[in-house]
Nanobody, 115 residues
C-alpha cells in the first residue's frame, strides 16, 4: 500500500514558476508520474519518471518548461514548473505505477495561472 500527499500548488502569474512535491509513504521504489485535470476536462498525463530517476518523459505541451525529479532518500517526487501559462491551470496529482498501471493516487494540489 502507498499513500501520496501533494503540496506546493498555488496562484501564480503567467511566466512564473512553482515546484510541486509529492511525499510517499509505504513501499516507494516505483515508477511515478504527474497528471493534471482541468475543470470539465479529462485527466491528462504530464510527466513520468522511472524508479531510478534515469528515465523521464513529458507530454509535448510541457517539454522544456517542466522538470520531473525524485529524491528516493526522502520518498519525494517533484515537478518543477517554469514559464507557466494559463492553460496549465489544473489540479495536479501524483501517481505510482504498479508496475504497468497507475494504481495509487494522491488527492491533488491546485495550480492556478493568471494571465
Amino acid at each position: 500500500q502507498v499513500q501520496l500527499v501533494e503540496s506546493g500548488g498555488g496562484l501564480v502569474q503567467a511566466g512564473g514558476s512553482l515546484r510541486l512535491s509529492c511525499t510517499a509513504s509505504g513501499r516507494t521504489l516505483y515508477d511515478m508520474g504527474w497528471f493534471r485535470q482541468a475543470p470539465g476536462k479529462e485527466r491528462e498525463f504530464v510527466a513520468y519518471i522511472s524508479w531510478s530517476g534515469y528515465r523521464t518523459n513529458y507530454t509535448d505541451s510541457v517539454k522544456g518548461r517542466f522538470t520531473i525529479s525524485r529524491d528516493n532518500a526522502k520518498n519525494t517526487l517533484y515537478l518543477q514548473m517554469n514559464n507557466l501559462k494559463p492553460e496549465d491551470t489544473a489540479v495536479y496529482l501524483c501517481a505510482v505505477k504498479n508496475p504497468y498501471t497507475y494504481d495509487y493516487w494522491g488527492q491533488g494540489t491546485q495550480v492556478t495561472v493568471s494571465s
